[in-house]
């Protein structure tokens, strides 16, 4: 007796299962044809393969492909801590430097307890009131230079108003 085909449909999922290599042949067959393969980059070129098996031969492809820079956390922090200081005077408020300070002193911390990974790491963290002191002078400082600017930028435009009311005539 020949088997009957199942109600719960497992044999036309089988036979699609089956058939499927064939779709796949067709379909590539049917994008050759169309000339969709032809202008791939390294057409005709040999493929670069490697002697040892590298599973992130990936991840090597596209940094060298997007040109990422991977830089060890100790470079990392030392970089950002020569550039503290003008990050912190884009700041307005007093807490916001101390949050910067507390997140950047926490980071440096915990890079202390990892294994290294790179060169030493010689970024200290920032003693917090004393760099909050500083950035209050510097900031003080612009203040006074901005208004120093703003009434040297006053008075020549009051110069120059006066130098006009000069050539005025009186009706």
């Known amino acids: 007796m020949a088997d ?11 036979a699609r299962i089956a058939q499927q290599h064939t779709w796949v042949d067709l379909q590539v067959q049917q994008a050759i044809e169309r000339g969709d393969f032809d202008d791939l980059p390294g057409a005709g070129k040999p493929i670069e393969l490697d002697d040892t098996h590298d599973p992130n031969w990936w991840v090597k492809k596209l940094i060298e492909r997007e040109n990422v820079a991977i830089v060890p956390v100790s470079v990392a922090l030392r970089r950002e801590d020569a550039e503290l200081d003008d990050r912190l005077d884009r ?10 300070l507390k997140d950047f002193n926490e980071r440096v911390i915990a890079a202390r307890y990892r294994l290294p990974e790179g060169p030493p790491l010689i970024t200290m963290p920032r003693e917090v009131d004393d760099t909050v002191a500083a ?25 120059q108003r006066r130098r006009r009311r000069w050539f005025r005539r009186s009706a």
């Open 135 to 159: 950035w209050a002078e510097r900031r003080a400082a612009r203040l006074a230079e901005q208004r120093e600017r703003a009434a040297e930028l006053r008075a020549e435009r009051e110069s």
């Open 4 to 14: 009957a085909p199942r109600p719960d449909g497992k044999d036309a999922a089988a």
């Open 91 to 100: 700041l307005n408020t007093e807490a916001d430097v101390r949050r910067e």
